[in-house]
Nanobody
Framework: VQLVESGGGLVQPGGSLRLSCLAS????????MSWYRQAPGKEREWVAT????????NYADSMKGRFTISRDNAKNTVFLQMNSLKPEDTSVYYC?????????WGQGTQVTVSS
């Protein structure tokens, strides 16, 4: 299993970014995919999940209405569209999938929200 995130960067408050996670080594269309984030000195927190079947989505409360998770099964890619970004969204963002009790992570992509 390999997960490779991209799309992070520096953005001003109120701005937008779109993160991508390219997956390989497993049947992407059959797995739920999630995004997590971790800010300096804080625990990693769940951001959003998109289901394999039907593509239903769930979000952490602080991201609802601002973030949108989506997937393209033909391209083995999951996306995170982030709008109305705030300084407190500054974190390393990680892509995640699970097989039973085993959790797989990408290397992360840094998002910095600052003026």
């Amino acid at each position: 299993v390999q997960l490779v995130e991209s799309g992070g960067g520096l953005v001003q408050p109120g701005g937008s970014l779109r993160l991508s996670c390219l997956a390989s080594g497993f049947t992407f269309s059959t797995r739920d995919m999630s995004w997590y984030r971790q800010a300096p000195g804080k625990e990693r927190e769940w951001v959003a999940t998109i289901r394999s079947a039907g593509g239903s989505t769930n979000y952490a409360d602080s991201m609802k209405g601002r973030f949108t998770i989506s997937r393209d099964n033909a391209k083995n890619t999951v996306f995170l569209q982030m709008n109305s970004l705030k300084p407190e969204d500054t974190s390393v963002y990680y892509c995640n999938t699970r097989y039973g009790f085993v959790s797989y992570w990408g290397q992360g992509t840094q998002v910095t929200v600052s003026s």
